[in-house]
């Protein structure tokens, strides 16, 4: 009979936010596959908890992935754990979790922080709806491209950031986005906790001030109802965009209704038409 992958959540800076459940995890698995075993040896000594680990970060997924399948299938147990907060999210594991559900390995989470969740949590904009953009792509074009095609999100959208490419987001963001709400939640749980709940204008001229130090999630307001200008002949134009792209035309059609406040069997129909 196959063992169990047990998908475990480790803070995202104070050690106290590890959950028992996550102790007694790590403790009872035969084996954790850590993303860099360095990092995780520190989190297992803190709490004496001696367990082999292989490393399973994005560069040998695919080698080890198949050797961790083999042992899960042999009747072993595994966890797996990031440097912080929950694997898979903007962290190695997601093939993982994919290849045990295709073999009839299971696969339990055990939940812990997530710095996107902490930081909407305490971000003062609306919870209500909201999406998970990760990290933009470095690259200039592909940032502005991407941001480009979230200006008209309507939900809160949530990015995170490494702290030396933050004054180029937030310049970015500003220019294509326009001044909106924005709030930089910066080493959650750590010392330098801070979180400023300000605009993209006030963001900008604030770090060309001061350096950017830590960790940041990025929490930004979506798309106000009252910048809404959209023609019925635009909204169209943004359903070919994301046909052309891949997406079923229902989906298609849901997204811009969405986004643009038409309705979404108008714009299906008419589409087709
Ligand atoms: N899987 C992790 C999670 O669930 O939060 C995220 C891993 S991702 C590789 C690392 C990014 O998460 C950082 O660049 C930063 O944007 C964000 N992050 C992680 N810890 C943070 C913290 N304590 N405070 C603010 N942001 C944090």
């Given amino acids: 009979m196959p063992g169990r992958l047990y998908v475990v959540g480790t803070p995202i800076g104070n050690l106290e936010d590890m959950t028992a459940r996550a102790l007694k995890t790590l403790q009872e698995v035969d084996f954790i596959a850590a993303e860099d075993t360095r990092v995780t040896l520190k989190?297992?000594?803190?709490?004496?908890?001696?367990?082999?680990?292989?490393?399973?970060?994005?560069?040998?997924?695919?080698?080890k992935g198949g050797e961790i399948l083999s042992r899960l299938l042999s009747g072993e147990n595994g966890a797996i754990v990031t440097d912080a907060g929950m694997p898979c999210i903007s962290d190695p594991g997601e093939d993982?979790?994919?290849?045990?559900?295709?073999?009839?390995?299971?696969?339990?989470?055990?939940?812990?922080?997530?710095?996107?969740?902490?930081?909407?949590?305490?971000?003062?904009?609306?919870?209500?709806?909201?999406?998970?953009?990760g990290f933009l792509q470095p690259q200039k074009n592909q940032k502005k491209e991407r941001l480009q095609e979230l200006k008209n999100e309507r939900r809160t959208i949530i990015f995170y950031e490494a702290p030396h490419k933050l004054c180029d987001t937030l310049a970015a963001m500003y220019e294509v986005l326009g001044d909106r709400k924005i709030t930089l939640a910066r080493e959650l749980t750590k010392i330098y906790e801070e979180?400023?709940?300000?605009?993209?204008?006030?963001?900008?001229?604030?770090?060309?001030?001061?350096?950017?130090?830590g960790e940041f999630v990025l929490v930004v307001e979506g798309m106000q109802q009252e910048e809404q200008t959209f023609s019925f002949e635009e909204?169209?134009?943004?359903?070919?965009?994301?046909?052309?792209?891949?997406?079923?035309?229902?989906?298609?059609?849901?997204?811009?209704?969405?986004?643009?406040?038409?309705?979404?069997?108008?714009?299906?129909?008419?589409?087709?038409?």
């Fill in 96 to 133: 993982l979790v994919r290849l045990c559900a295709e073999n009839g390995v299971e696969v339990r989470v055990v939940p812990g922080p997530s710095a996107a969740i902490s930081a909407l949590a305490v971000s003062g904009l609306s919870t209500d709806r909201f999406v998970f953009e």
């Fill in 43 to 63: 989190l297992l000594n803190h709490f004496e908890i001696k367990k082999p680990m292989v490393s399973y970060h994005e560069h040998n997924a695919r080698e």
């Fill in 235 to 273: 909204a169209l134009q943004m359903v070919q965009s994301l046909v052309d792209k891949g997406q079923p035309l229902s989906m298609a059609a849901k997204d811009v209704a969405r986004q643009t406040g038409f309705k979404k069997g108008e714009l299906y129909s008419s589409f087709l038409k």
């Fill in 195 to 213: 979180v400023v709940r300000t605009t993209l204008s006030q963001a900008v001229q604030l770090y060309e001030q001061k350096e950017p130090r």
